[in-house]
């Protein structure tokens, strides 16, 4: 069962325009929203994150927006660089502070951005 | 080392035989965790270690597959009997707090079975 779905399958955007990819989540236990960047042949690697307080993050040219009752949240890159082209994966978690105990992310299926220069 | 490191990074294998995946978490990390990507879909969790306790082994797919981290450190995934559908990357992360937001990933081990 796909906990996380993840829109477009595949973006094209030129140079400096604006890159925004969906994701939906079903799990209302979901607790922690990350994004993470992964280029070919190499693992994931964090972007940002959110958590479900705030309904926005801003770092740099990256931005989570994020909806708690439409249980959405989207990546903004703004000013998209071909630097940016890679696949980007949305996750979801679960945190349990109290115990310390860890949970397991669960991904989005990618979308891969190409920027074109 | 600076990261996460994995080997083999690639690995052919004939269907039945048995295969062995190497993990180096980046020095001090408890947590632990594999993940299965496969080929234009994220990963997929596996198992999750907090130093040497595997606190989770949900995601393994079958009990051809099975995870240690005898010393809670270096981890190994092995699967006995490799099937044509076990092809894949598989990815090892690491964590140096108790939850798994922050995770650092090493390149990964792809995986052919033939």
């Known amino acids: 069962q796909q906990q996380v779905k993840q829109s477009p399958q595949s973006l094209i955007v030129q140079k400096g325009g604006i890159s925004i990819i969906n994701c939906a989540y079903e799990?209302?236990?979901?607790?922690?929203f990350p994004w993470y960047q992964q280029f070919p042949g190499k693992g994931p690697a964090l972007l940002i994150a959110?958590?479900?307080?705030?309904s926005e993050k801003k770092e740099g040219r990256f931005t989570i927006s994020f909806n708690k009752s439409a249980k959405q949240f989207s990546l903004h890159i703004m000013d998209s660089q071909p630097g940016d082209s890679a696949t980007y994966f949305c996750?979801?978690?679960?945190?349990?502070?109290?115990?310390?105990?860890?949970?397991?992310?669960?991904f989005g299926s990618g979308t891969q951005l190409t920027v074109l220069p | 080392g600076a990261g996460v490191s994995q080997s083999p990074r690639y690995k052919v294998a004939k269907r039945g035989q048995d295969v062995a995946l190497r993990c180096d978490p980046i020095s001090g990390h408890v947590s632990l965790f594999w993940y299965q990507q496969a080929l234009g879909q994220g990963p997929e969790f596996l198992t999750y270690f907090q130093n040497e306790a595997q606190l989770d082994k949900s995601g393994l797919p079958s009990d051809r597959f099975f995870a240690e981290r005898p010393e809670g450190s270096v981890s190994t995934l092995k699967i006995q009997r490799t099937q044509q559908e076990d092809s894949a990357v598989y990815l090892c992360?690491?964590?140096?707090?108790?939850?798994?937001?922050?995770?650092?990933f090493g390149e990964g081990s792809r995986l052919t079975v033939l």
């Open positions: 992360a690491s964590s140096s707090t108790g939850w798994s937001g922050e995770l650092f």
């Open positions: 959110i958590r479900p307080d705030v």
């Open positions: 996750a979801a978690s679960t945190i349990d502070f109290s115990s310390g105990s860890a949970r397991q992310l669960t």
């Open positions: 799990n209302t236990a979901f607790d922690y």
